[in-house]
């Protein structure tokens, strides 16, 4: 255990972090032990963790001492922020800063950093295509992290820069999937028209980045950009439809008909969909398949993951 590099992770007990978390605990012999980051060691997902082998130490990304001492001593550092369960992009914003600062203070080797596009480079305040949200943001919970980069670039730490993308898993967790209509039919609505969506099974994003751990110092500096597939709502419907042997049809709704749906953050994802569909070149040459692949042999196209996770969709 002693010579093995220590990589802490942040959210440990969730989406991101979990795949990493278990990507290192399946390969004994990769020369990586893991410290999982949690706010409560004694949850039944850390102590899972401890149980399969672990350090689980305690740490809140508000408090920049707590994960300064979560750090110590490690090799690197896989860090995410948390932006739906508050919805601040200023919140957000202090949390990067505490996370890069305490990377820092324990002069960390190798940060790898879940980040996502500040949309604003391409979709100035000043466009009025999509409406400015929160007074200084297009896509909040992407313009926040991407804003914050910098902090990690002008303070020295080594850092990769990953680029996520939309989450399978959203179908399952986040009411994304398939409803029934007024017919009984099922409909899968994405504001998405023709063009095509990076996406990732979540447990895929972890496995990802061990790969970049492994590979070691060529991707320090660097940004990387990862997804399962590029495809178009069409073609995720017919992929539902086969999956759940019923035919699932294609709403391709408007931006704006998408933000006001009203839920909590539905301006912010119809935002968000808006510039996927604007800059699709763009978003989907960032999130490179076959880099993908490579880092990750294992990961999932959607047929794959809806083989296996299919019937955990709420169809309600
Ligand atoms: N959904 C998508 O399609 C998508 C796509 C790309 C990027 N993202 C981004 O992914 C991020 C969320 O990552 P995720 O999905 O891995 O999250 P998640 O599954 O919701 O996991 C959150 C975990 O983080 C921990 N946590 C929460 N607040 C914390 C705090 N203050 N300090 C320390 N730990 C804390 C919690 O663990 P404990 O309770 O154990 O502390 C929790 O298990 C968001 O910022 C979102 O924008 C989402």
Redesign the pocket.
């Known amino acids: 255990m002693s010579d093995k590099k220590i990589i802490a992770v942040?959210?440990?007990?969730?989406?991101?972090?979990?795949g990493l978390v278990r990507a290192i605990l399946d390969d004994p012999d990769g020369g990586f032990a893991v410290r999982a980051?949690?706010?409560?060691v004694n949850?039944d997902?850390?102590r899972a963790f401890a149980n399969a082998g672990a350090e689980v130490v305690a740490?809140?990304?508000?408090d920049e001492a707590s994960l300064a001492a979560a750090l110590k001593g490690a090799y690197g550092a896989y860090f995410?922020?948390?932006?739906?369960?508050h919805f601040s992009p200023d919140k957000?914003k202090a949390?990067i800063r505490n996370l890069a600062a305490a990377a820092k203070a324990a002069g960390l080797k190798h940060v790898i950093w879940?980040t996502?596009e500040d949309t604003r480079q391409w979709v100035p305040l000043s466009d009025t295509r999509m409406p400015t949200l929160m007074g200084e943001y297009k896509v909040p919970?992407f313009d926040a992290?991407g804003e914050s980069n910098k902090v990690f670039t002008e303070l020295g730490v080594p850092t990769t820069f990953l680029f996520?993308?939309?989450?399978w898993?959203?179908l399952i967790y986040?009411g994304m999937g398939p409803k029934k209509g007024p017919d009984g039919k099922l409909v899968f609505t994405l504001p998405m028209g023709d063009r095509k969506l990076a996406g990732i099974a979540?447990g895929d994003i972890g496995k990802c980045a061990y790969g970049i751990f492994r590979q070691g110092p060529e991707y320090i500096g660097q940004s990387v950009g990862i997804a399962g597939e590029h495809l178009t709502g069409k073609q995720m419907a017919d992929a539902l439809s086969a999956a759940l042997g019923q035919e699932v049809g294609y709403n391709a709704v408007s931006p704006e008909t998408y933000r006001s749906f009203g839920f909590p953050g539905a301006e912010d994802l119809g935002n968000m969909f808006q510039f996927y569909h604007d800059f699709e070149q763009v978003f989907c040459a960032a999130r490179n398949l076959d880099l993908s692949r490579a880092l990750n042999p294992s990961l999932q196209t959607f047929d794959a993951w809806l083989a296996e996770n299919g019937a955990r969709i709420p169809l309600e």
């Open positions: 942040v959210g440990a007990t969730g989406a991101q972090g979990g980051i949690t706010r409560d949850s997902a850390a740490a809140d990304i508000d995410v922020t948390f932006f739906w369960s957000e949390q879940s996502l919970h992290k996520t993308s939309f989450y898993d959203n986040f979540a």
